[in-house]
């Protein structure tokens, strides 16, 4: 999915303009400048920090080494690109959990900002990476707020410790005991929040810290609230302190002023991001990537991380097999299913380099619904069919357009479709096996994979998969 739509596509258009020019004069680097601070003036970041990632970035891009090369539009690119993962923190900051049993993490954050939902996110990956966490509902405030994490709990197999008619600090301390007695390994504390900054709010979070202790307190910090939050998350680091910032609803039209100016005003890692509404919709935060997506470059690396944590053994087999033998429709009925898994068409076609462009040019019109006509198309076909898509010949493509409710060219197209993929396949059975036709061990087939589906930068290789996603959209 695009993130920073706006400010994305200013900075993209910005550099497709220096791509056209081949040689850069200094005035052509001042002229980019501007359209990048203007760019992010608009997203409503912070001017301060504008002013010293553009100075940061002329600099280096007046350099000899940039105006002189052979390809100096591009080295504009890399450096903005720098820069930029510079301002979301370089390198990625994990959540540490310390020895301590339970571990305990606290949320704080105004109110709406999306707390709740992220304490049960959070739960959910730490119980997919094998923890027992327990939640605890210490927002005592809003009547229904218990009731909103126990349902959250539900949904993802939490147990969640409430307290009903206690004071948030013996809830907490409570729900500590709780984990203890139950060898639960960690606790996450949901607290409550105000609309805005409030005095007893803040002093009730110091409390809680207080009295259990936190390993870590995490601020949540609502992505779509422009600089104007930077305000907010100084206070609550002067007051309560924190250690890191779970920014939440990427997934909606946010300008990205929050998210890019938090950093650098407060020295506080990101760590986590929260896009969507699902328990899975959350990521470990990778400023590198997340710098990448902004520019247009694609992210094929958390595309493919997802598509291994989604791959059960079944499809692993099922793949080992299409690479080996050729993909049936079955297959191309089960690659649909894990495609929706990751976000459907749009949000697969967002991880390619320009992909959002692309999607942009077909007027947003990308929705799933192609892949439930292709759905549609290939259950009209017998199983003989299915298995040996050989056999249908222009007789059975008529029946099956009939049956489908579809033209018969839409038919064709996905005929011609399914054979593109399968070439594809090909290829990549050949980039996983070295010379002598001996398959590679599994770190160099998942190297190969990554260097055919990536390349990064050298788009040559992603030729045919875009291609192919182009003609999807068709
Ligand atoms: N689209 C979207 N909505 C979110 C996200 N995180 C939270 N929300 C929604 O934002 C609203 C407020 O979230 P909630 O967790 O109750 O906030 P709290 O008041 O800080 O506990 C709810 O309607 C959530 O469903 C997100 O990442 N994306
Ligand atoms: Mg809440």
Do not use: W
């Amino acid at each position: 999915m695009p993130v920073f739509e706006s400010l994305s596509s200013r900075l993209q258009d910005t550099f497709d303009n220096l791509r056209g020019k081949g040689r850069l004069s200094e005035e052509d680097i001042n002229v980019a400048m501007r359209e990048v601070r203007m760019a992010l003036l608009e997203a409503d970041v912070n001017f301060k920090v504008v002013k010293t990632f553009v100075a940061a970035c002329k600099e280096r891009c007046m350099s000899a080494e940039v105006l002189e090369s052979l390809t100096p539009a591009q080295n504009v690119v890399r450096v903005v690109l720098d820069e930029l993962t510079t301002l979301l923190g370089s390198s990625e900051s994990r959540l540490v959990l310390s020895n301590r049993i339970p571990n305990i993490i606290m949320l704080v954050g105004l109110q709406g900002s999306g707390k709740t939902t992220a304490a049960a996110k959070l739960a959910y990956l730490l119980k997919t990476q094998g923890r027992t966490p327990l939640l605890a509902a210490c927002d005592v405030y809003r009547p229904a707020a218990a009731d909103q994490l126990e349902t959250l709990g539900g949904e993802i197999g939490v147990k969640v410790y409430r307290g009903d008619g206690k004071k948030p600090v013996e809830i907490a301390k409570e729900a500590v005991r709780e984990a203890i007695d139950n060898l639960r390994d960690v606790v996450i504390i949901d607290t409550a929040g105000r609309l805005q900054i409030d005095e007893v709010m803040m002093q009730e979070a110091v409390d809680i810290k207080n009295a259990v202790k936190p390993d870590q307190i995490l601020m949540v910090v609502d992505s779509m609230t422009g600089q104007d939050i930077v305000n907010v998350v100084q206070t609550f680091a002067e007051r309560v302190d924190f250690d890191g910032v779970i920014m939440t609803k990427l997934d909606g039209d946010s300008r990205g002023g929050g998210a890019l100016s938090v950093r650098s005003v407060t020295g506080k890692p990101i760590k986590f991001i929260s896009t969507g509404e699902k328990p899975a919709a959350f990521e470990v935060f990778h400023p590198d990537r997340m710098a990448r997506r902004i520019l247009g470059m694609g992210d094929m690396v958390s595309i493919i991380e997802k598509a291994q944590a989604e791959v059960d053994e079944e499809q692993a087999l099922a793949a080992e097999r299409m690479l080996n033998q050729g993909m049936t429709f079955d297959d191309f009925l089960a690659q649909m299913k894990s495609i929706k898994k990751l976000g459907g068409v749009a949000g697969l076609l967002s991880a390619l380099p320009g992909g959002d462009k692309i999607m942009k040019q077909a007027g947003g019109q990308l929705d799933d619904s192609i892949m439930t006509k292709t759905e549609a198309i290939i259950m009209s076909m017998t199983k003989e069919e299915r298995q040996k898509p050989k056999v249908i010949n222009g007789s059975r493509r008529a029946r099956i357009a009939r049956g489908a409710g579809v033209d018969v060219f839409e038919v064709n197209n996905l005929m011609k479709q399914f054979d593109q993929m399968n070439k594809m396949m090909g290829k990549m059975r050949s980039a996983m096996s070295d010379g002598n036709g001996k398959k590679k061990g599994r770190k160099s087939q998942r190297a190969a994979m990554r260097s055919m589906m990536g390349g990064m930068g050298g788009l040559q290789d992603m030729g045919d998969l875009q291609q192919m996603m182009r003609e999807m959209m068709k």
